[in-house]
């Protein structure tokens, strides 16, 4: 499996960032992905997660008022939709990905995703 974040910058406080993660090779039928941040001198982060099992997606948002999940299964992609940023969202933000789980991914802890890609920097300035 191989994981590839993209989508972000630098943007002003108040304003709106969509990060996209490109996902191949997966071979299971169940997984989850989740969106994960961690932003200096701070433990990582859960924002959301998403998960397939028995043919379904679900989608779990931690802070739905803030980071919303989506995917589109056809191009293999997972998105993480980010409203109102403020300085304190500037971070790395990682998508990552674990066999199994699927619609329990709210289950999960940072430390039990198996896969990461490279993560991609989010700076808020005020």
Not at 52 to 74: A, C, M, N, T, V
Not at 85 to 93: F, G
Request: negative net charge.
């Amino acid at each position: 499996v191989q994981l590839v974040e993209s989508g972000g910058g630098l943007v002003q406080a108040g304003e709106s960032l969509r990060l996209s993660c490109a996902a191949s090779g997966f071979i299971d039928e169940e997984f989850a992905v989740g969106w994960i941040r961690q932003a200096p001198g701070k433990e990582r982060e859960i924002l959301s997660c998403m998960g397939r099992q028995r043919g379904k997606y679900y989608h779990q948002d931690l802070r739905q008022e803030k980071f919303r999940i989506s995917s589109d299964p056809e191009k293999n992609m997972v998105y993480l939709q980010m409203n109102h940023l403020q300085p304190e969202d500037t971070a790395i933000y990682y998508c990552a990905a674990v066999d199994d789980w699927g619609q329990w991914c709210t289950a999960l802890r940072h430390y039990d995703y198996e896969v990461w890609g490279q993560g991609t920097q989010v700076t808020v300035a005020s």
